[in-house]
């Protein structure tokens, strides 16, 4: 669940790293060298945290949106924008998005998606390529959701 959570942590536009069957040590040494906010399911792991002053959410629900919602709401965000944004990154390995101008994608994404969409990004890293399509809207409407959760009154 948390790699998921991950991956809608980028597309927000979140500088996010994802470890999956990470030795606690490498966890926490890769923490404190990227200045990162640890996010952890493993109560011990987050104990151990507090006790070195490393900053931390425990992940407690096992709901994406409720997990999200908690970590916005304890990171003092309170609005996330719609996607893609200036600070969008790319899903699969947290690369920056550029956008890419339309005619360089003939023969590259599906003919429908080429000629119904005008605005189309790609990935710095891995060249994966996006578009506004009926993902993003999901993703958008997931963002509609926290933002009502965690909006001030
Ligand atoms: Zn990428």
């Known amino acids: 669940m948390l790699?998921?959570?991950?991956?809608?942590?980028r597309l927000f536009g979140f500088d996010?790293?994802?470890?999956?069957?990470?030795?606690?040590n490498k966890i926490i040494k890769r923490g404190l060298d990227s200045k990162r906010i640890?996010?952890?399911?493993?109560?011990?792991?987050?104990?151990?945290?507090?006790?070195?002053?490393i900053?931390?959410?425990?992940?407690?629900?096992?709901?994406?949106?409720e997990t999200l919602v908690i970590i916005m709401?304890?990171?003092?965000?309170?609005y996330v924008y719609s996607?893609?944004?200036?600070?969008t990154r790319c899903s699969l390995c947290n690369g920056t998005l550029d956008e890419i101008q339309k005619p360089s994608l003939v023969n590259v994404v599906p003919k429908k998606v080429f000629e119904n969409?005008?605005?189309?990004?790609?990935?710095?890293?891995?060249?994966?390529?996006?578009?506004d399509g009926k993902h993003i809207k999901e993703i958008?409407?997931?963002?509609?959701?926290i933002n009502k959760e965690i909006k001030q009154v």
């Not at 996010?16 to 606690?24: C, G, I, K, P, V």
């Not at 900053?55 to 949106?65: A, V």
Request: glycine fraction near 2%; charge should be positive.
């Open 38 to 53: 640890i996010l952890t399911k493993d109560k011990q792991l987050h104990k151990r945290l507090i006790k070195l002053k």
């Open 117 to 131: 969409t005008s605005m189309f990004f790609e990935c710095s890293n891995c060249n994966k390529i996006y578009w």
């Open 140 to 145: 958008n409407q997931i963002i509609d959701k």
């Open 16 to 24: 996010t790293e994802y470890l999956a069957n990470t030795d606690d």
């Open 3 to 9: 790699g998921k959570v991950a991956k809608k942590l």
């Open 73 to 78: 709401k304890e990171s003092h965000i309170n």
């Open 55 to 65: 900053p931390s959410f425990p992940i407690i629900s096992e709901n994406e949106l």
């Open 83 to 87: 996607v893609p944004n200036e600070n």
